[in-house]
């Protein structure tokens, strides 16, 4: 094992107001590792709120890479087993339209939120807002949302597919934190072009919920997907 340059997860990169947002947090991780970030699968684990603008030890291990806070595990990154299996697409103009569905503009449990905050400004945070693609279809759950980004990276594109998974779940009545992500970034985002980003629901045991998410380029290309593990919680206690 070794250890490699230390992870600072910056306060602009938020979730909830105290801590990393997770997918950013999560694809920070998965780039230390020795194989390509982009056309990889990976697993992180997160086991606590990432603190914010503070340095954390990354150590590198035999599975891959682990990331500590005052000697506490904060999160573990694996390669994965399997590959994600993408959501279905839906076209940008559907996502466009859900986009006013969104259940975040009328109850947020962390409105500043990096990657689906409704307080965050143009330019500042990714503003993804997952609404239903077909309410009231039982049969069709999904969430979709439009996302033009101002920026590109690993870690911004595993942003861009955290939250929409979350909400495919009820994040109303169950408020939730990720727990686990898999993510594979077959392509960088590219800035100033449209894409659209769909999650999905894919079971729920107990306080874990089960989700998915896929952004999309022109031609329903996979840009990059995802599967989630969330946890419920309390959101007063990540105030």
């Known amino acids: 094992m070794s250890t490699l340059p230390p992870l600072i997860v910056p306060h602009r990169f938020n979730g909830p107001p105290r801590s990393g947002n ?10 230390t590792l020795p194989a390509q970030a982009v056309g990889t699968a990976v697993t992180v684990t997160l086991r606590l709120p990432p603190p914010l603008d503070v340095p954390m030890p990354v ?3 035999a599975a891959g890479a682990s990331l500590t806070h005052d000697g506490q595990p904060v999160a573990e990154a694996v390669y994965a087993e399997a590959r994600p299996v993408p959501v279905a697409p839906v076209s940008a103009l559907v996502a466009a339209e859900a986009e006013a569905r969104f259940p975040g503009h009328r109850s947020h449990p962390f409105p500043s939120c990096f990657a689906c905050g409704p307080d965050r400004r143009v330019g500042d945070g990714l503003r993804i807002f997952a609404g239903a693609v077909a309410p009231g279809d039982a ?8 996302w033009t980004p101002y920026e590109s990276a690993v870690p911004i ?7 929409p998974g ?13 727990g686990r992500m898999t993510a594979e970034v077959r392509s960088l985002p590219r800035t100033s072009e449209r894409y659209v980003v769909v999650g999905e629901l894919r079971g ?7 989700t998915a998410a896929t952004v999309y380029g022109p031609g329903d290309e996979v ?5 989630h593990t969330w946890i419920t919680v309390d959101p007063e206690s990540f105030r």
Do not use: H, Y
């Open 22 to 31: 997770g997918g950013w947090t999560c694809g920070a991780l998965a780039a």
């Open 59 to 61: 150590l590198a291990t």
């Open 139 to 146: 049969e069709d759950a999904r969430v979709a949302a439009t």
């Open 157 to 163: 594109a595993w942003a861009a597919l955290d939250c």
């Open 166 to 178: 979350g909400w495919a779940s009820d994040l109303e009545g169950r408020p939730s934190v990720l």
């Open 204 to 210: 729920i045991e107990g306080r874990k919920t089960f």
């Open 223 to 227: 840009v990059a997907t995802a599967e």
